[in-house]
């Protein structure tokens, strides 16, 4: 279930969000593997938000990311899926194949196994861009459950692009 000031963290920035991509005439698209499309959903929970989403891109599999968006398998191979390689080639494979003109990219380590020494679980990669500013990357390391993990995930990816859309250099 997920919890209330977290719910309401994921409302409050979305609208923030949609409203500063609609001042700016500018429509986002999502590409998504640890958080499994929650992204776009809390895009999309906002009413009006047709005008400022393009699509959205879950991307679970090594395969759906190679063959959906072109990230380069080397790339996953030598860094894995949870790198900041990866999210760049994510945020630029949404702006490669559709007409958005930003985008969210995710992968992570939720849990409760799949972590390593050098990825413990709560590991993410978070990646937004455009097609002017380029690219910014953040890796977060969160605590808690497999839910709240990609929870903070989605806060965190939504509150990167309003921080990049926001300042001129991110």
Known sequence: MMTSHFE??????????????????????????????????????????????????????????????????????????????????????????TTADCAIATSGVAGPGGGTTDKPVGTVWVAVGDKVKGLRTKEFLFAGDREKVRLQSVVESLRLLELFLTYDKP
């Open 8 to 97: 309401a963290d994921i409302r409050l920035i979305s609208k923030r969000l949609g409203d500063l991509l609609m001042d700016r005439d500018l429509v986002v698209g999502t590409a998504e593997s640890c958080t499994g499309g929650w992204v776009a959903q809390s895009i999309t929970a906002v009413p009006g938000s047709s005008a400022w989403f393009h699509s959205g891109f879950v991307t679970y599999s090594n395969r759906s990311k190679i063959d959906q968006l072109g990230v380069d398998p080397v790339s996953i191979d030598r860094f894995g899926a949870v790198s900041e390689i990866v999210v760049e080639n994510m945020v630029n494979g949404v702006l490669g194949k």
